[in-house]
């Protein structure tokens, strides 16, 4: 008789049947059509059975008429997807699996931190695009099957990497070993779902032990498409969506046949092919009983439940026998008498038990007293199980409770609520549900945290982005939730936020191209180095500081990509609209030479306003370069000699200034007595004669 080993991790994801189960609940909830943007799963069966159901795959939101709701998939939407469907009134349900969620943001915080960001995966797959999406488009898609196209690519210093949750491990590795020679600093967070990573691994160990393997699922299923990869590398292996496809010879002379499914397969679905396994093989086959599903653990419990009597308002009677106490099982008591060293619980019987103060809590006490009071229920683990002594341990149920529930929060992407213990090498410590999580110092705020002590004593919440219960591993991010929260701030503000709208910001940072402002709630825009002054200047800091308060003109708001322009000088009016009230022709102004040209220097009247004085206006004589007469950074006075509001110039003249004020010196000289009408040569000449008694006349005679 041959066997057939069905894979314990076989059939639906968590991902997928949360968002099957959000589907039909958002269908009877809402009495609406639904709306997928692409198939709910990669299985054709699912998706017609939803689609009997009002349940509709779509390819285009254009083809929505008359409102509805649009269902995210498990694989996630980009931010325009969002937008679009609210532009068309549709009512939005995120269903976007939580792995896939944590994906996209750990991209969009590369690409905040200043990394170029990589995504390992199939540039078609909707997951992939989804990601690439979020950050902008602003991402390389890198596919583990063509790694030659590596070396085409011209890659940041820091690049950030990020994985489709159905890739590969192997091949993820492959990507990072033949990346870390070519970039100076990289990142690598490894997305690949916990349960993509156990079935893959299942699925090479079935492989290993039968015959032959069946990996039943859509043919357009990534996961299962790289089940049926992997079962393929070892043994023959055949890829099927349905009974229909099975050829009875495949399975001639195989005694131990391997059956598994992707994370888009249901369970009626995989018991359809090893149901017609056990009854059309020749000869028969038994089923090993290594795969207990859900259904039937159900049918189990509910034997159980009815067998027992009630129990009425949860109430333990004492009056029963004491239960079979099996070392590592959790059962509740009640706390029967308190001492200092130690307490007594019963658990069901007539006796009591123990409870040494060190098994009480992980907390440092002197007393029991102090945690516990008589008529408490507690949990407790038996540890030791013994007909003469049983020791029991409400710190390791405690424990034992308190990382199931971790398992629950970080399975379903739910956020933990702790406390912020100390600062050690590399991070925090972090008291949660009564254990201690590690916070690393890069996920401790959005920001680097110079001191970490400043963080001691902090209640926040947490999101698990490590989770390893068997080695008591529990890492955490603080960061993750402030971005989350930072997003959904930006997200209102930049919906209320309008262009032409006048808002105080305080600048945090001054850079060559202009300054970025606060303008509150961490949501900064650029103010453009262009936009401070109506003049040209060179560097923000010539007009702006950090730390100082300021208001701006909001003149671009881009909401896609949560971007803001700003404007100072646009507050006030262009300086040239008053040139008119303020210069004359004539006038003899002062202004500093700020440029030169070949053909002439720039002379600042006041902010934004210059006016030129052309190279021949510069001085009487013939001047080949300006720089023979002024230089820049000088004080001139310029007489204007013409002025064009509309083309925005202003004639000077040096030369007719110098002029001007020359005349002006000459004029208001006094006249020497006896020079008034004489020529200047003769008068000197009789002035002469006369003082030394020589007479010309007479000697020119002679």
């Known amino acids: 008789m041959g066997k057939i080993i069905v894979g314990e991790k076989a059939g639906f994801c968590f991902g997928v049947e949360r968002a099957l189960n959000i589907a039909l609940e958002s269908r009877k909830k809402h009495n609406l059509p639904v709306y997928i943007l692409g198939s709910l799963i990669h299985n054709p069966r699912v998706v017609a059975d939803l689609e009997s159901q009002g349940i509709k795959t779509i390819s285009d939101l254009q083809t929505i008429e008359g409102g509805g709701v649009l269902l995210i998939r498990s694989h996630g939407a980009g931010p325009q997807i969002f937008a679009r469907a609210e532009q068309l009134g549709l009512k939005v349900i995120d269903a976007t699996c939580p792995f896939v969620k944590q994906e996209q943001n750990l991209a969009k915080g590369l690409l905040r931190d200043g990394y170029q960001v990589m995504v390992v995966g199939d540039a078609q797959h909707p997951e992939v695009q989804a990601v690439v999406e979020s950050v902008s488009n602003q991402a390389i898609v890198v596919n583990p099957s063509t790694l030659d196209a590596l070396s085409k690519i011209r890659f940041s210093p820091k690049v950030g990497i990020v994985c489709q949750t159905t890739q590969n491990q192997e091949k993820l590795k492959l990507v990072v070993g033949m990346l870390l020679p070519l970039v100076k600093e990289l990142k690598v967070y490894n997305t690949i779902c916990n349960a993509t990573r156990e079935r893959q691994a299942e699925t090479y160990d079935l492989a290993r032990k039968a015959a032959l393997l069946l990996v039943v699922g859509g043919k357009n299923s990534a996961n299962t498409c790289k089940l049926a990869e992997i079962g393929s590398s070892l043994i023959p292996t055949y890829h099927i969506e349905s009974i229909d496809e099975i050829k009875p010879q495949w399975l001639e002379g195989k005694n131990l046949i391997g059956v598994t499914a992707g994370a888009s397969t249901p369970q009626e679905q995989i018991s359809e092919v090893v149901d017609w396994l056990k009854l059309n093989l020749a000869g028969g086959i038994d089923m090993e009983e290594n795969q207990i599903k859900s259904e039937q653990l159900t049918e189990e419990v509910n034997k159980i439940e009815a067998s027992e009597p009630a129990v009425e308002n949860g109430e333990m009677r004492l009056d029963q026998e004491i239960p079979l106490l099996e070392e590592g099982s959790i059962v509740e008591g009640i706390i029967v008498a308190v001492g200092d060293d130690e307490v007594a619980v019963n658990v069901g019987g007539k006796s009591d038990l123990e409870i040494p103060l060190r098994e ?32 029991l341990s409400k710190k390791r149920a405690d424990e034992e409770i308190a990382w199931s529930k971790l398992a629950d929060n970080y399975k379903n992407r739910r956020r933990v609520r702790g406390q912020i213990v100390q600062a050690i090498k590399g991070g925090l410590q972090v008291k949660l549900e009564g254990i201690m999580a590690f916070l690393p110092a890069s996920q401790a705020d959005l920001g680097f945290v110079s001191d970490l002590t400043t963080l001691e004593g902090l209640e926040a919440e947490f999101y698990l982005i490590d989770f390893d219960p068997e080695r008591h591993r529990a890492v955490l991010s603080r960061k993750e939730v402030l971005a989350e929260e930072r997003q959904v701030i930006e997200d209102k503000f930049y919906r209320d936020l309008e262009e032409g709208q006048t808002k105080t910001g305080v600048v945090t940072r001054l850079t060559p191209f202009g300054a970025f402002v606060d303008l509150g709630q961490g949501v900064e825009g650029l103010l453009h180095i262009s936009e401070i002054a109506w003049e040209r200047i060179r560097h923000p800091s010539e007009r702006l500081t950090e730390g100082e308060s300021l208001e701006v003109l909001v003149i671009k708001v881009d909401r896609e990509a949560k971007r803001l322009s700003l404007s100072l000088k646009q507050l006030s009016a262009h300086p040239w609209t008053k040139v008119e009230d303020k210069y004359k022709v004539g006038d003899v102004i002062e202004g500093k030479v700020v440029r030169l040209a070949p053909f002439g220097a720039f002379v600042n009247l006041e902010e ?9 206006q510069l001085s009487e004589r013939r001047v080949e ?6 230089q820049v950074g000088e004080t001139v006075s310029a007489k204007i000699i013409k002025i064009e509001p509309e083309q925005r110039r202003i004639g000077l003249s040096l030369r007719e200034a110098r002029e001007q004020k020359n005349f002006a010196s000459e004029k208001n000289k006094t006249p020497i007595p ?17 003082k030394m008694g020589i007479d010309y006349k007479d000697q020119s005679e002679n």
């Open 360 to 391: 009480l809590t992980a907390e440092k006490i002197s007393s029991a007293r102090e945690v516990v009071k008589v008529g408490d229920k507690i949990n407790v683990m038996v540890i030791k199980s013994e007909d003469e002594k049983t020791l």
């Open 608 to 616: 934004g306003v210059d006016g030129l004085i052309h190279i021949s």
């Open 625 to 630: 370069k300006p720089e023979e007469v002024v």
């Open 674 to 690: 006896g020079l008034e009408q004489a020529p200047l040569s003769s008068s000197l000449g009789d002035l002469l004669a006369e």
